[in-house]
């Protein structure tokens, strides 16, 4: 996977959490599921939606909350 599509890839899952927030809160296996299915013409697996992720909790773009399941969110401020 190149740098321009692992960029795009982390741009819509942002936007897309940004966009629903205080609306739904995504598990991490519906955001692996939903990416690889949008990008999956272009040859990405849930195996690299996951370790981008994994990334971008790293950097602390996004964290996990818990209310009865864990989520992903964006921090907060």
């Known amino acids: 996977m190149n740098d321009e599509l692992k960029g795009k890839i982390e741009k819509h899952i942002i936007d897309l959490i940004k966009e629903y927030k205080g609306k739904k809160r995504f ?18 697996t849930r195996k690299d939606v996951k370790n981008i992720l994994r990334e971008l909790t790293d950097k602390g773009t996004l964290v996990y909350g818990y209310a009865g399941s864990s989520f992903l969110t964006l921090p907060e401020d």
């Open 27 to 44: 598990k991490p296996l519906e955001i692996e599921k939903g990416v690889a299915e949008t990008f999956g013409d272009e040859g990405v």
